[in-house]
């Protein structure tokens, strides 16, 4: 996971542990409750949604006909 340099992302970051559970998986948590990691669960979560889209064909660009012009302004 990278990010941009964001210095609360960057805590978040250093506030995460990998921990092992059954079955060879892995979760991301916290070394200490008062510890936050809220910032970097969204980034990974929003990556793992882009990267399903992705992978789904929703990231090509498609004509929708839906107009963009709401309500007569433009």
């Known amino acids: 996971f990278t990010h941009d340099g964001c210095s609360e992302m960057r805590t978040n970051v250093s506030n995460a542990v990998v921990r092992a559970r059954a079955?060879?998986?892995?979760?991301?948590?916290?070394?200490?409750?008062?510890?936050?990691?809220?910032?970097?669960?969204?980034?990974?979560?929003?990556?793992?949604?882009?990267?399903?889209?992705?992978a789904a064909g929703l990231g090509k660009t498609q004509a929708s006909g839906i107009s963009t012009v709401a309500f007569g302004f433009n």
């Open 23 to 54: 079955g060879e998986t892995f979760i991301i948590g916290k070394p200490e409750d008062h510890q936050k990691i809220d910032l970097l669960m969204s980034g990974v979560l929003a990556h793992a949604a882009a990267c399903d889209s992705i």
